[in-house]
């Protein structure tokens, strides 16, 4: 029975830290995907949605590469490398963001967590620019990954 109690506070951690976000859900779904959640505390949960958001990064990264090899038009070939060099960034950007997280800097992560926000968010408009529609699959991870990002920063902004 104890022990129920003890994962049903990290539920409602979990739920804490992720109610502010615009779309708890897709918060919560994040975090709950995480083994470290069931021990995490506020800084542990902002650190998972930072990876979740790193992995959606890095699923982008592919995604543009395969666009990009088989699109023919060359000024959006030329769009979606640079989206994919960009989303490479972002994870950068990301990782450095949970080293800074962990070292309690907590303006310089969400800095970082903008800017790789930033970085999708310029891709998805030069791609719009061209007139070309991304496949759902993408577009669907965009929004994850933007919804994350959100959700993020809120959490950080509540440690400043």
Same mark, same amino acid.
């Given at each position: 029975?104890?022990?129920?109690?003890?994962?049903?506070?990290?539920?409602?951690?979990?739920?804490?830290?992720?109610?502010?976000?615009?779309?708890?859900?897709?918060?919560?779904?994040?975090?709950?995907?995480?083994?470290?959640?069931?021990?995490?505390?506020?800084?542990?949960?902002?650190?998972?949605?930072?990876?979740?958001?790193?992995?959606?990064?890095?699923?982008?990264?592919?995604?543009?590469?395969?666009?990009?090899?088989?699109?023919?038009?060359? $000024?959006? #070939?030329?769009?979606?490398? @640079?989206? &994919?060099?960009? %989303?490479?960034?972002?994870?950068? /950007?990301?990782? =450095?963001?949970?080293?800074?997280?962990?070292?309690?800097?907590?303006?310089?992560?969400?800095?970082?967590?903008?800017?790789?926000?930033?970085?999708?968010? $310029?891709? #998805?408009?030069?791609?719009? @620019?061209? &007139?070309?529609? %991304?496949?759902?699959?993408?577009? /669907?991870?965009? =929004?994850?990954?933007?919804?994350?990002?959100?959700?993020?920063?809120?959490?950080?902004?509540?440690?400043?």
């Amino acid at each position: 029975m104890g022990h129920r109690n003890f994962v049903f506070a990290d539920d409602t951690l979990i739920k804490t830290q992720c109610h502010n976000a615009e779309v708890p859900k897709a918060c919560i779904q994040c975090v709950k995907s995480d083994p470290r959640s069931q021990s995490a505390d506020k800084v542990g949960i902002a650190a998972i949605v930072i990876t979740c958001i790193s992995n959606k990064a890095v699923t982008l990264e592919s995604n543009m590469t395969i666009l990009a090899s088989s699109v023919h038009d060359k $000024d959006l #070939k030329l769009v979606l490398q @640079d989206c &994919q060099k960009e %989303l490479s960034d972002a994870k950068t /950007n990301l990782t =450095t963001a949970i080293d800074r997280l962990k070292n309690k800097d907590y303006d310089q992560t969400n800095y970082l967590v903008n800017l790789a926000l930033q970085k999708e968010f $310029d891709c #998805k408009k030069n791609v719009g @620019d061209l &007139q070309y529609t %991304l496949p759902t699959t993408v577009l /669907n991870d965009m =929004t994850l990954y933007e919804e994350l990002s959100e959700a993020a920063m809120r959490i950080i902004d509540r440690f400043l």
